[in-house]
């Protein structure tokens, strides 16, 4: 068995050398590029795709919150009676 790996290991060194192949620089590491693609193709494509809900949402919140404050505060919003009060 060693002499099979170190065959292939002479004949893939030779290959790249026939094809400039360059060596992996130091500190690669083949997980750490696997995160950083599946961030970049999976991860942040899906959270752009849910901003707009998101954002509607936040909408929603913000408007019934202040609504209910309004209603707190002076027990009137704008002309109408507060419906809550």
């Known amino acids: 068995m060693p002499v099979l ?3 292939i290991q002479a004949d893939h060194n030779a ?3 026939a094809n400039l192949v360059l060596p992996t620089p130091d500190g690669y590491g083949l ?3 696997a995160r950083r693609l599946a961030l970049r193709l ?3 494509p899906k ?3 849910a901003l707009p809900a998101l954002a509607a ?3 929603t919140v913000r408007a019934a919150v202040w609504r209910c ?3 707190r505060v002076g027990g009137r ?3 109408r009676a507060c419906s809550r009060g």
Do not use: E, H, M, T
Request: glycine content about 8%.
């Open 57 to 59: 949402g936040l909408f």
């Open 42 to 44: 999976c991860l942040i």
């Open 15 to 17: 290959r790249a050398s």
């Open 47 to 49: 959270r752009q795709a």
């Open 31 to 33: 997980q750490a590029a």
């Open 77 to 79: 919003v704008g002309d």
């Open 69 to 71: 404050s309004a209603c």
């Open 5 to 7: 790996v170190s065959s």
